[in-house]
């Protein structure tokens, strides 16, 4: 089991930053890949960047490549996300989810183990 816990949601203006954090506990978190989507009201679940086990490969949705970057410090535990150039399109539940397959994926049906999320809002 894993425990995923996502935190450093909230509101900013369009054009700002934020950075969201994901701690994990339980089985060693350095052997997942990790990765964080999204669900916008009214909206399905999105993927939204994904980081292999190592850290070593990345990967992003279209939507937010060149604004985004995810990392991990398997040191602590922990994945982030940092949001830049955010736009009001980004306003969503934001939710941090962990796969034993450790390389890039993609499907949100590979992910075996997901937080709660954290609201981001993103204000005109």
């Known amino acids: 089991q894993v425990q995923l816990v996502e935190s450093g949601g909230g509101l900013v203006q369009a054009g700002g930053s934020l950075r969201l954090s994901c701690a994990a506990s339980?089985?060693?978190?350095?052997?997942?890949?990790m990765g964080w989507f999204r669900r916008a009201p009214g909206e399905e679940r999105e993927f939204v960047a994904a980081?292999?086990?190592?850290?070593?490969?990345?990967y992003y949705a279209d939507r937010v490549k060149g604004r985004f970057t995810i990392s991990r410090d398997n040191a602590k535990n922990t994945v982030l996300l940092q949001m830049n150039s955010m736009k009001p399109e980004d306003t969503a539940v934001y939710y941090c989810a962990a796969s034993s397959r450790k390389f890039i994926v993609t499907s949100s049906s590979q992910y075996e183990y997901w937080g709660q999320g954290t609201q981001v809002t993103v204000s005109s």
């Open positions: 339980g089985r060693t978190f350095s052997i997942y890949a």
């Open positions: 980081i292999s086990w190592t850290g070593g490969s990345t």
